[in-house]
């Protein structure tokens, strides 16, 4: 099996949601992420 993960944000919950700057923060993370790969 070829798995990998890669964690590169995280954060302490404290509500149901996740606020919207979390979730656009670890989007970018994931973006600089893969552009670094290429």
């Given at each position: 099996?070829?798995?990998?993960?890669?964690?590169?944000?995280?954060?302490?919950?404290?509500s149901?949601?996740?606020?919207?700057?979390?979730?656009?923060?670890?989007?970018?993370?994931?973006?600089?992420?893969?552009d670094?790969?290429?």
């Open positions: 099996m070829d798995n990998l993960v890669v964690i590169g944000h995280g954060f302490q919950k404290k149901q949601k996740t606020p919207k700057q979390e979730i656009e923060r670890a989007e970018q993370i994931k973006g600089e992420y893969y670094s790969k290429e």
